[in-house]
T-cell receptor, first 110, second 116 residues
Framework: RKEVEQDPGPFNVPEGATVAFNCTYS??????FFWYRQDCRKEPKLLMSVYSSGNEDGRFTAQLNRASQYISLLIRDSKLSDSATYLCVVNGGSQGNLIFGKGTKLSVKP | GAVVSQHPSWVICKSGTSVKIECRSL??????MFWYRQFPKQSLMLMAT?????????EQGVEKDKFLINHASLTLSTLTVTSAHPEDSSFYICSASLRLATDTQYFGPGTRLTVL
């Protein structure tokens, strides 16, 4: 089983749509969870951390299910500028370092 | 705050040459710096973790004699790809954290290396 697994997509959605991404991780000892956004040929940028109780930041909602080792990201009212690859990231390496998923590509169309 | 820069942003070199990439934390002191590599359509893969003043810890499968890392100060780490070959062509990204490997990592803009 891959350490962090995501559906690669692409997800092609119209502006204003709601879209959800899922991610599973293999290391049950992981303590920190994040969603990063990566634009084409750019570095990843932190979108939001994911907390056990679930958390929201504007149009973005992240949820964590430790029992199922599952993380989700919901984007409401999607904008053209949301088009990017969304990376699920978990800490879990030998030194607690970050493990990145391959990412889910989102394309928002007018 | 928490800005990390990388230089150069892109480099093209001939096979067999060595390439040095610099990673700097501009407005904070980074005890720990990380070097990642990303091939097209692949995830970021951690190559090594470096702590200021000590030897880098390399991930399995990464040759330490080929990818030389120096973290000489709290604001600068360098990665030297020695005797580069076309298969080393990739996007190299560094990140820095304040103290521990588990602290928030701030990423540099990346360096695109093309080896002819």
């Amino acid at each position: 089983r891959k350490e962090v697994e995501q559906d690669p997509g692409p997800f092609n959605v119209p502006e204003g749509a709601t879209v959800a991404f899922n991610c599973t991780y293999s290391n049950s000892a992981s303590q920190s969870f994040f969603w990063y956004r990566q634009d084409c040929r750019k570095e990843p940028k932190l979108l939001m951390s994911v907390y056990s109780s679930g958390n929201e930041d504007g149009r973005f909602t992240a949820q964590l299910n430790r029992a199922s080792q599952y993380i989700s990201l919901l984007i409401r009212d999607s904008k053209l500028s949301d088009s990017a690859t969304y990376l699920c990231v978990v800490n879990g390496g030998s030194q607690g370092n970050l493990i990145f998923g391959k990412g889910t590509k989102l394309s928002v169309k007018p | 705050g928490a800005v990390v820069s990388q230089h150069p942003s892109w480099v093209i070199c001939k096979s067999g040459t060595s390439v040095k990439i610099e990673c700097r934390s501009l407005d904070f002191q980074a005890t720990t710096m990380f070097w990642y590599r990303q091939f097209p359509k692949q995830s970021l893969m951690l190559m090594a973790t470096s702590n200021e003043g000590s030897k880098a810890t390399y991930e399995q499968g990464v040759e330490k004699d080929k990818f030389l890392i120096n973290h000489a100060s709290l604001t600068l780490s360098t990665l030297t790809v020695t005797s580069a070959h076309p298969e080393d062509s990739s996007f190299y990204i560094c990140s820095a954290s304040l103290r521990l490997a588990t602290d928030t990592q701030y990423f540099g803009p990346g360096t695109r290396l093309t080896v002819l």
